[in-house]
């Protein structure tokens, strides 16, 4: 039942290629969308963490709250709004996907 419930609310939610997101990132500005794939790197700060997916169309930078991030290589799904030019860790990303649902 309760796979059931995640899968329901899952289907309510945007889902696109990070390819579509690097090309024309403003489109999706203001609106929470899903992106799926494998976890190519990560970092943690303090109490958050990002890690870049890479979807087969190309890699996004995950900004999350937590620092308890995905394992390296392994496939997840999350939920998030576009960012531009946001600094995190001593590093500056031009587009970045604020986690707003934890990955699964």
Known sequence: MLTLG???LSACYHRVS???INRVPGQFHDT???IAG????SFGVAAA????????TG?????????????????????GRIEQGLSFGGRTFVIILRETRKAS
Do not use: K, M
């Not at 394992?71 to 799904?77: K, P, R, Y």
């Open 6 to 8: 995640n899968l329901i």
């Open 18 to 20: 990070v390819e579509s």
């Open 49 to 56: 963490g990002a890690f870049e997916l890479d979807d087969g």
């Open 32 to 34: 929470e969308i899903t």
């Open 38 to 41: 494998r976890v190519a790197n």
């Open 59 to 79: 890699r996004l930078w995950v900004l999350s709250d937590t620092p308890d991030l995905p394992a390296h290589n392994s496939s997840v799904t999350v939920t």
